[in-house]
């Protein structure tokens, strides 16, 4: 395997690092309930897209047996 002939300076390695850098997912209010969504996605907890209905609204368990 070949090695490189000399070390990578600080700043070149930094420079290469700079991309990886994570950031948060943009996140928005649901305009039927107010939860919070990922933006471009129906709404996990009422179905709702862009102001439509666009999949049934998901029941509430109630808790027992």
Known sequence: M???KRRFSRSR???RRTQLNLT???MRRCSQ???TVLSHRVCSSCGAYRGRQVLPA???KAKGG
Do not use: I
Request: with cysteine.
């Open 2 to 4: 070949p090695l490189p």
């Open 13 to 15: 390695r930094d420079k």
């Open 24 to 26: 948060a997912p943009t």
């Open 33 to 35: 309930c107010g939860s």
């Open 58 to 60: 998901k029941e509430k």
